[in-house]
């Protein structure tokens, strides 16, 4: 039967053991040669088409530079190189919010594997464009009250990322602006009317204000052109700080913001570092630029086949509360020591 087989493997009648062992090792040396041979037509093949991701993004190429170094730090650690195994299709509205529809629908025609976006209105003019091709939220407001995904647990749908607990967070910044101000009585807000986002995050606010026994000024801006009037009436009406609520259109015009709260010598509170750096007085919030670099995670995960709809979202882990001693001094407010003491960073 042994014979039998063998004249079945080998295709010839039964032969002497030195035969069999000379066709075993001319077996061996075909099978490699053909490794040799594959391997060589494998090495020879184009390599594999780049992923190709979008960034939408409502601000400006400038305001956003450091949260793109740490989105592409972030691909670099999981392996991605942009011009080799990535390719980033770059959108941004530079503060122009009825653009973002048109920019996320030019991503959609260029066949994006993913499109990641900074904020939950760039979040939404995506999803408006596809249903499809997953969306990947960075700093998000209210994804859930805006009806972008179901719950943070069970997204669903198309798109996930990482929220950026905006609205969570305004009690926290009227109580700082309290410590900061000395029997603080009137705080006006600026904000973009024209964002419907941040009008939820008016609403949160005004509760937070109501608790802590604080009156609002609601000082509405649409455009860059708004915000000296803004800040005038501000002035008249004798608010005691201000508190700027973070969007494409602040965070493009953050310097001309900045230069107006100084001229009014207003002290302001604001919900990215940046605008502190850019000589602001202060700024607490969720560290952005580590939603960025976490935010790649979600894209290698979705490269490899995970769908958005079974990533939770995830919330901020690191916070940071960051002060301008420069601007503090310019403006004649002193900073209380115990609150430099919790500061992540005093600039000087």
């Known amino acids: 039967m042994r014979e039998i087989l063998r004249s079945t493997i080998f295709g010839f009648p039964a032969?002497?053991?030195?035969?069999?062992?000379?066709?075993?090792?001319?077996?061996?040396?075909?099978?490699?040669?053909?490794?040799?041979?594959?391997?060589?037509?494998?090495?020879?093949?184009?390599?594999?088409?780049?992923?190709?991701?979008?960034?939408?993004?409502?601000?400006?190429?400038?305001s956003f530079a450091s949260n793109l170094e740490a989105f592409r730090q972030g691909l670099r650690e999981l392996g991605y190189v942009e011009g080799k195994n990535i390719s980033i299709e770059y959108r941004y509205a530079e503060g122009k919010l009825d653009h973002l529809r048109g920019l996320a629908d030019e991503l959609v025609r260029h066949n994006v594997d993913i499109i990641v976006t900074q904020s939950t209105l760039d979040a939404y003019a995506a999803r408006q464009s596809t249903s499809t091709t997953p969306i990947v939220m960075t700093a998000s407001g209210d994804a859930v009250g805006t009806g972008l995904i179901a719950s943070l647990a069970r997204p669903g749908g198309n798109i996930?990322?990482?929220?950026?607990?905006?609205?969570?967070?305004?009690?926290?910044?009227?109580?700082?602006?309290?410590?900061?101000?000395?029997?603080?009585?009137?705080?006006?807000?600026?904000?973009?009317?024209?964002?419907?986002?941040?009008?939820?995050?008016?609403?949160?606010?005004?509760?937070?204000?109501?608790?802590?026994?604080?009156?609002?000024?609601?000082?509405?801006?649409?455009d860059v052109s708004d915000f000296p009037g803004a800040f005038q009436s501000a002035t008249r009406k004798r608010a005691g700080a201000l508190l700027i609520l973070a969007d494409s259109l602040t965070s493009t015009h953050q310097g001309r913001i900045v230069e107006l709260a100084a001229k009014?010598?207003?002290?302001?509170?604001?919900?990215?570092?940046?605008?502190?750096?850019?000589?602001?007085?202060?700024?607490?919030?969720?560290?952005?630029?580590?939603?960025?670099?976490?935010v790649a995670t979600y894209v290698d995960k979705i490269l490899k086949g995970t769908k958005p709809a079974d990533l939770p979202v995830e919330q901020p882990t690191q916070f940071e509360l960051v002060l301008n001693l420069k601007t503090a001094k310019t403006i004649g407010v002193t900073i209380p020591a115990e609150l430099l003491v919790r500061a992540t960073k005093v600039i000087k």
């Open 15 to 62: 032969c002497r053991k030195s035969k069999i062992r000379n066709l075993k090792s001319a077996g061996v040396f075909a099978i490699i040669a053909s490794f040799a041979v594959c391997g060589a037509l494998a090495q020879a093949q184009p390599p594999a088409k780049p992923a190709r991701i979008g960034l939408l993004v409502g601000g400006s190429r400038s």
């Open 160 to 222: 996930t990322g990482l929220t950026a607990l905006s609205r969570e967070l305004s009690g926290k910044r009227l109580e700082l602006l309290k410590e900061v101000i000395p029997g603080l009585a009137r705080v006006a807000i600026l904000w973009n009317a024209a964002n419907p986002d941040k009008a939820r995050d008016v609403e949160e606010t005004q509760h937070q204000a109501k608790a802590l026994g604080l009156e609002l000024q609601l000082l509405e801006v649409r």
């Open 264 to 294: 009014s010598r207003l002290p302001a509170m604001h919900e990215q570092r940046e605008f502190v750096e850019a000589g602001g007085l202060m700024a607490y919030g969720p560290n952005i630029v580590d939603l960025f670099r976490r």
